[in-house]
């Protein structure tokens, strides 16, 4: 089967943020045209294993807003049609001309915003402001862009329980279709764990907390809250619109995607690899018309039955148990039905004739323990 989700590495940022572990570069402007070069080859190069037309294309960074405008507009101009296009942007780099150079080229954008709070962003290391957020917004929506989204921290350092308050109503007075809330996650050993070791372990205690403010704050706001860190607009409040991220979804439902770029990942049937992290050597190989360097993994069956439980059960549909049920522990599978942490549904008409197993959902209260939960599901 022939991937219908692609996703597009721009690797270059202004700065690099302490907390951040993705394959980034800072600068380079002389280096934007020729990097989008080597990805439009190795799209040539891995153009059959995409579908025609494509679900989703992800433009991710990195911020892919800071590239070169001449390079950016290029790339979405060459890559192929698809359903829904995202670029990822960041609010300072977000003018009434980019705006208007991905309306009509994308059709959502998000925007990495963080926290409201300057002094909160300054610990981050962030850039942009709050109200480069807000004119950022207005200048896509002045060109007619419909689908934003907005990114939120919580546990950020110093951070307290009215500051995550004041950032969700910020965002919601915004009026984004989509909103992602993420738990702070630092990499052991880098900058930003050393500058802020102490604070970050008295966050830990509080960010189960955050994550249920977090939920009730947006749900009772209108967004339904579809997968464990995401949420977006109800469909009977926008029109019927489905405004999940088409792209993660695909990841969620453990669909087969395409990643293009510098460090990027792809995983096609039973084969997952990554490219090499090193720019230079990345884009030296595609000029030769060489694939780049690559780290494969073949993928058992196991794995991609694990990997289907964890994502799947990180979502507020039910999970299809057929072909998963060798991989659960039915005596924890009873015991958390018990308890209400789960539900068991049947597929109408198809038990008696088949033996289906049926679907697996957690339920609210299930949903906040959610990966521990699914730990121990997993025999």
């Not at 709050?130 to 004119?135: G, K, L, M, Q, T």
């Not at 659960?328 to 549904?345: M, S, T």
Request: hydrophobic share 40%; proline share 6%.
């Amino acid at each position: 089967m022939a991937a219908r989700h692609l996703y597009v590495h721009l690797p270059f940022c202004s700065s690099r943020c302490g907390y951040c572990d993705f394959v980034t570069v800072v600068g380079r402007r002389a280096e934007h045209g020729g990097y989008v070069e080597a990805l439009l080859r190795e799209l040539e190069l891995e153009r059959t294993l995409l579908a025609d037309p494509l679900e989703s294309v992800y433009l991710g960074g990195g911020t892919p807003t800071l590239t070169e405008r001449g390079a950016l507009e290029h790339l979405l101009d060459a890559l192929p049609p698809a359903t829904e296009v995202t670029v990822e942007a960041n609010p300072e780099t977000v003018t009434p001309g980019l705006a208007s150079l991905l309306a009509g080229r994308a059709t959502r954008v998000s925007l990495g915003a963080q926290t409201f709070s300057p002094a909160l962003l300054e610990t981050l290391g962030r850039v942009a402001s709050p109200d480069d957020v807000r004119a950022a917004v207005y200048a896509l929506r002045d060109a007619g862009i419909d689908n934003i989204s907005l990114d939120l921290i919580y546990g950020i350092p110093g951070q307290e329980p009215a500051d995550l308050a004041r950032d969700l109503a910020e965002a919601v007075a915004l009026e984004p279709e989509h909103i992602s809330a993420y738990e702070l996650e630092a990499k052991p050993g880098t900058r930003f764990t050393h500058a802020h070791g102490a604070e970050l372990e008295r966050q830990a205690d509080s960010m189960e907390s955050y994550f249920e403010r977090v939920v009730e704050t947006l749900t009772s706001a209108g967004f339904r809250w579809y997968e464990t860190a995401n949420f977006c607009r109800s469909p009977e409040l926008v029109g019927g619109r489905d405004l999940r991220a088409g792209h993660n979804l695909g990841y969620w439902l453990g669909r087969d995607y395409l990643g293009l770029g510098v460090g990027a990942v792809s995983t096609i049937e039973s084969r997952r690899w990554r490219n090499t992290p090193s720019l230079a050597r990345y884009v030296s190989s595609l000029a030769g018309r060489k694939r780049p360097p690559r780290e494969v993994e073949e993928l058992s069956r196991d794995v991609r039955v694990t990997e289907r439980v964890m994502l799947g059960l990180r979502l507020d549909e039910p999970l299809p148990l057929a072909p998963l049920e060798h991989a659960l522990d039915p005596v924890e599978l009873e015991r958390f039905a018990k308890l209400g942490l789960v539900e068991l549904g049947v597929v109408p008409d198809r038990r008696a004739e088949g033996g289906d197993p049926g679907t697996l959902t957690l339920t609210r209260r299930g949903r906040f323990v959610g990966g521990g939960l699914t730990a121990r599901l997993l025999a």
